[in-house]
T-cell receptor
């Protein structure tokens, strides 16, 4: 069975704090892809990152970083020095080699307060 | 063409009526997906087209749901005999696949359906 779990329903932080959003996935496939999306209050999902199962290198993009660990089936997302504009719902998703179907987690709502 | 567009943005209908939504993907994107999202949940996959071929269909998609992409460009999602449980945001996404691992998926703004 394929499944993505985001156990944190909602997180509130004060601006400039670091915050980590957790994502745990389940699959028996050896080739798969993991994604993070941002859904701001306006509603439109925005693609943030894609990672394939053969590349466990962590990635950093500005204030965003991602930690992929196959040993724990986790793909966590950290925002450093959070800003109010980071307030949104963040979704982790799983897909496979043909990208015919995506499995999304239930999302984590991040509130960044000034 | 700057993104995926969906029409209408909002639809209110009475139980038992049929509704049809349209999605216009980004030009030249050969892949198109439909998802359903209810409040507080992540998008649930409904169906996937590659060009005009419907290659994947979720078990969530009952016989009342049908989707088409007749010319491999825009797509329509029809719900017949709507039920209150169909109330949700219906999202369309399109993407193109470069090589074996490159994919960038773009989502539309969604159509919010309310069934009274």
């Amino acid at each position: 069975a394929q499944k993505v779990t985001q156990a944190q329903t909602e997180i509130s932080v004060v601006e400039k704090e670091d915050v980590t959003l957790d994502c745990v996935y389940e699959t028996r496939d050896t080739t798969y892809y993991l994604f993070w999306y941002k859904q701001p209050p306006s509603g439109e999902l925005v693609f943030l990152i894609r990672r394939n199962s053969f590349d466990e290198q962590n990635e950093i993009s500005g204030r965003y970083s991602w930690n992929f660990q196959k040993s724990t089936s986790s793909f966590n997302f950290t925002i450093t020095a959070s800003q109010v504009v980071d307030s949104a719902v963040y979704f982790c998703a799983l897909s496979f080699y043909n990208f015919n179907k995506f499995y999304f987690g239930s999302g984590t709502k991040l509130n960044v307060k000034p | 063409d700057t993104g995926v567009s969906q029409d209408p943005r909002h639809k209110i209908t009475k139980r038992g009526q049929n509704v049809t939504f349209r999605c216009d993907p980004i030009s030249e994107h050969n892949r198109l997906y439909w998802y359903r999202q209810t409040l507080g949940q992540g998008p649930e996959f409904l169906t996937y087209f590659q060009n005009e071929a419907q290659l994947e269909k979720s078990r969530l998609l009952s016989d009342r749901f049908s989707a088409e992409r007749p010319k491999g460009s825009f797509s329509t999602l029809e719900i017949q005999r709507t039920e209150q449980g169909d109330s949700a945001m219906y999202l369309c996404a399109s993407s193109s696949l470069f090589g074996t691992s490159e994919i960038t998926e773009f989502f539309g703004p969604g159509t919010r359906l309310t069934v009274l």
